[in-house]
DNA sequence: TGTTTGACCACGG
DNA sequence: GCCGTGGCCAAAC
């Protein structure tokens, strides 16, 4: 079963550590897609029972954007901080510092894999 | 089947 | 360094 982007996405977004964020542009950039409104219209598929850590991708301002299609809008920031992330005027403060790079963790050769999807 | 939309990004002024 | 514009690709209407 050829993998769809969505599933490509929630994958990438799983393997983001506790602490870290990363960009929508990085996915995007790293899974080949061009599109960056590819990665935010897959994340707006998702849902809580899916279990995939949404609120540690921010834009490339490192702004919450996504925070409105939270439960709640304080939501996701509440997650960030909780996680060790300091968040401001809905803004990931030194996102240079915690920002995660997918190619650069994984390395240009990471390939999906179904197995990805079982780990939290 | 064609148009619109979307949790964006890069670029130019 | 901020603002406007184009592009990007897939799903929803």
């Given at each position: ?38 990665v ?77 999807l079982?780990?939290?």
């Open positions: 079963m050829s993998p769809t982007y969505h599933e490509l996405v929630y994958a990438v977004v799983r393997l983001v550590p506790r602490g870290r964020v990363t960009t929508y542009g990085a996915i995007a950039g790293f899974l080949g897609l061009g599109a960056s409104r590819m935010g219209w897959a994340l707006n598929q998702l849902t809580w029972g899916s279990g995939i850590p949404a609120h540690r991708v921010v834009n490339r301002k490192g702004e919450l954007s996504g925070r409105h299609h939270f439960s709640s809008p304080t939501l996701m920031q509440e997650l960030l901080e909780t996680e060790g992330v300091l968040v401001a005027d809905d803004c990931v403060q030194d996102l240079k510092n915690l920002f995660w790079n997918p190619s650069l963790e994984l390395g240009d050769d990471w390939e999906y894999a179904p197995t990805s079982n780990l939290v």
